[in-house]
């Protein structure tokens, strides 16, 4: 266990302004790497500051030039040189993430929280005036990989009317998402289901399946830098091209859809391989603010045809 640090911050540093400077100097310095819930330093050191006094990070122009009391200081620096020293993203040192506004319980125990489904889910493609699913009518969900259990308890607000099934592989994973769904008080409209996959819903069909599956590849994942190693590996490691558990939801998700249903899943770069091994596929590419052909749709129809 890391020994809690014993220095005193400098003195210059009294303000929110002045730590947020601080870390962004220092993370720079140190080269940490991002992308496990903000997108770089400056994110990062404003989540880390304001998370841990207790301040809105989205609305944080008003408090910058608040200075902190003692403890304070204290608390966050020692929070700053423990992101440097540990390579610990911010998320696991405040023991939180967001997605689309919700805060979320996270630990070592999930993979920080982080989908290009949660934008997608609440834009106009499931909330516009022609959406690819009629959210209303949407009454069972599954949701493969649940992990925090994040996306299921976003689905709750979307499809209001559904239950959802949480899949996940590890025990760990379930207890962390069994706190987040006990936290929105949502116990009567999210089962957890541990298992491999399709395995413990048995022949139950859905209305919708979301999955945002492990879907690195081999390479990709010895080659980590020491913020991602932190999150457990199977959350990450797809198989060689990163696809071994995609190829698995589409070979069974056809079985556990309503005809009206449809599949949605996240598979990172792995575009141009599905394409090649499912030629006549028609994928729906989903593109979001910060990515293209990550995301696709299919009816149910087109997964029923492959089966």
Same mark, same amino acid.
């Given at each position: 266990?890391?020994?809690?640090?014993?220095?005193?911050?400098?003195?210059?540093?009294?303000?929110?302004?002045?730590?947020?400077?601080?870390?962004?100097?220092?993370?720079?310095?140190?080269?940490?790497?991002?992308?496990?819930?903000?997108?770089?330093?400056?994110?990062?050191? /404003?989540?880390?500051?304001?998370?841990?006094?207790?301040?809105?990070?989205?609305?944080?122009?008003?408090?910058?030039?608040?200075?902190?009391?003692?403890?304070? !200081?204290?608390?966050?620096?020692?929070? /700053?040189?423990?992101?440097?020293?540990?390579?610990?993203?911010?998320?696991?040192?405040?023991?939180?993430?967001?997605?689309?506004?919700? !805060?979320?319980?996270?630990?070592?125990?999930?993979?920080?929280?982080?989908?290009?489904? $949660?934008?997608?889910?609440?834009?106009?493609?499931?909330?516009?005036?022609?959406?690819? /699913?009629?959210?209303?009518?949407?009454?069972?969900?599954?949701?493969?990989?649940?992990?925090?259990?994040?996306?299921?308890?976003?689905?709750?607000?979307?499809?209001?009317?559904?239950?959802?099934?949480?899949?996940?592989? $590890?025990?760990?994973?379930?207890?962390?998402?069994?706190?987040?769904?006990?936290?929105?008080?949502?116990?009567?409209?999210?089962?957890?289901?541990?298992?491999?996959?399709?395995?413990?819903?048995?022949?139950?069909?859905?209305?919708?399946?979301?999955?945002?599956?492990?879907?690195?590849?081999?390479?990709?994942?010895?080659?980590?830098?020491?913020?991602?190693?932190?999150?457990?590996?199977?959350?990450?490691?797809?198989?060689?091209?990163?696809?071994?558990?995609? !190829? !698995? /939801?589409?070979?069974?998700?056809?079985?556990?859809?309503?005809?009206?249903?449809?599949?949605?899943?996240?598979?990172?770069?792995?575009?141009?391989?599905?394409?090649?091994?499912?030629?006549?596929?028609?994928?729906?590419?989903?593109?979001?603010?910060? $990515?293209?052909?990550?995301?696709?749709?299919?009816?149910?129809?087109?997964?029923?045809?492959?089966?």
């Amino acid at each position: 266990m890391a020994k809690a640090s014993t220095k005193i911050p400098p003195k210059e540093l009294a303000s929110v302004l002045d730590f947020v400077r601080y870390a962004v100097t220092r993370f720079a310095e140190a080269k940490l790497v991002f992308g496990q819930g903000t997108h770089d330093a400056i994110e990062e050191a /404003i989540f880390l500051v304001t998370e841990s006094l207790g301040l809105p990070h989205d609305r944080v122009d008003s408090f910058l030039p608040a200075r902190l009391t003692a403890p304070e !200081r204290k608390k966050v620096y020692d929070l /700053i040189e423990k992101r440097v020293r540990l390579r610990v993203p911010a998320a696991y040192l405040l023991n939180c993430a967001y997605l689309q506004g919700h !805060r979320f319980y996270v630990d070592k125990r999930v993979i920080v929280p982080r989908s290009y489904l $949660s934008e997608l889910l609440y834009g106009e493609l499931f909330t516009g005036e022609q959406p690819l /699913i009629d959210p209303g009518a949407v009454t069972s969900a599954l949701e493969l990989c649940t992990g925090s259990g994040c996306l299921a308890i976003l689905a709750c607000d979307i499809f209001p009317n559904a239950h959802i099934d949480a899949v996940d592989l $590890s025990k760990d994973a379930l207890e962390v998402a069994e706190i987040n769904v006990a936290d929105y008080g949502l116990e009567d409209r999210v089962t957890l289901m541990k298992g491999d996959l399709f395995g413990p819903v048995g022949e139950t069909v859905y209305d919708i399946i979301l999955t945002n599956p492990p879907y690195v590849d081999a390479e990709a994942v010895a080659e980590f830098p020491p913020e991602f190693t932190k999150e457990p590996r199977m959350a990450h490691a797809g198989g060689t091209d990163g696809l071994d558990i995609v !190829r !698995r /939801i589409l070979a069974e998700a056809g079985a556990h859809l309503n005809p009206d249903g449809g599949l949605l899943c996240e598979i990172g770069r792995g575009r141009d391989i599905l394409e090649q091994e499912y030629p006549t596929t028609e994928f729906l590419w989903l593109d979001t603010a910060e $990515s293209s052909g990550e995301v696709f749709w299919l009816p149910a129809t087109a997964l029923q045809q492959n089966d």
